[in-house]
């Protein structure tokens, strides 16, 4: 049996279709993590894709659970962004697909990782050996460019966040917390509500923590934290205002693994922090 992980965005799309026309569809399941915080055109294109594969993709979430919401997991963590990723992909992505492999068997595991993310697979390979895992689009030397192109003749509109100019598809409703400076700059133009509501949401943890909590950092030289809007008890650090405009950075697609540093050596321990946050 190959898991084949969907998560919404056009490259894991495609890795399921291969996976279907390569193994049959009777060895391969398909899988979508849902954090509930999705675009609601992610639900039509998974509907598409099911019609697409002539088979079903199988939900599973973390929402209901343990959390009632992504919101509940930044509260509970007082923190967005640390050295493992999000605390919310963490929570609602990897231990959800870490709690569903305990009970499940494999032959492999395939995910989207597109023709530029070589080094990625490799690094996911060497740390995640037990996952047995395989990359499909590698294999076919496809980008993302390729599996829009094969999405589009297959006669399936693309989520429409591509559309938007977005490189991903993920966490629309709130904006993802790990989508960088470029992509906070595209929510601050395109969509202020979201951005003024994880501005306020950085705030508001960063009040209950007493130090300060943000998505962003700086990588420049000299760096450092970057809050979306200036707040009054921290005027040294930066705000994205003072950051020079940029294009969205791409996304990892969001497939249970996004964010758990696949590429690279994982630290002796998961509550070594980034961005002066802790997890734990």
């Known amino acids: 049996m190959v898991i084949a992980w969907w998560s919404g965005g056009v490259t ?16 391969v399941k ?3 993590i849902d954090t509930k915080n999705e675009h609601e055109d992610t639900y039509r294109f998974k509907k598409d894709c099911e019609a697409w594969y002539g088979m079903p993709i199988e939900t599973i979430t973390g929402i209901g ?53 070589s080094k990625r697979a490799i690094s996911m390979t060497k740390n995640n050996p037990k996952v047995k895992p395989i990359y499909p689009l590698l294999m076919y030397g496809y980008s993302k460019e390729d599996c829009i192109r094969i999405i589009q003749e297959a006669g399936i509109e693309v989520p429409v966040m591509y559309k938007m100019g977005f490189r991903n598809n993920n966490c629309f409703h709130t904006g993802c917390v790990q989508g960088g400076i470029g992509y906070w700059q595209k929510m601050q133009s395109d969509f202020p509500e979201k951005f003024d509501k994880m501005a306020e949401v950085e705030h508001n943890l960063t009040n209950r923590r007493g130090s300060p909590v943000t998505m962003l950092k700086d990588q420049s030289k000299g760096g450092g934290l970057v809050f979306l809007k200036p707040h009054p008890d921290y005027p040294n650090i930066k705000d994205i205002s003072m950051m020079k405009g940029r294009p ?17 050596d994982r630290s002796e321990t998961e509550s070594e922090i980034h961005f002066q946050q802790k997890l734990f």
């Open 30 to 32: 398909l899988i979508f």
């Open 12 to 27: 894991s799309a495609v890795t399921c279709r291969i996976c279907i026309d390569l193994f049959g569809s009777e060895n």
């Open 65 to 117: 659970k343990k959390f009632g919401s992504i919101q509940e997991v930044w509260e509970k963590y007082n923190s967005l962004n640390v050295a493992t990723g999000a605390v919310c992909s963490t929570e609602l992505k990897r231990y959800v697909r870490e709690q569903w492999q305990k009970d499940a068997s494999w032959e492999y595991q395939a995910f989207g990782f597109e023709f530029s993310e």
């Open 248 to 264: 969205p950075e791409p996304l990892f697609e969001c497939n249970g693994f996004c964010g758990t540093n696949d590429l690279e």
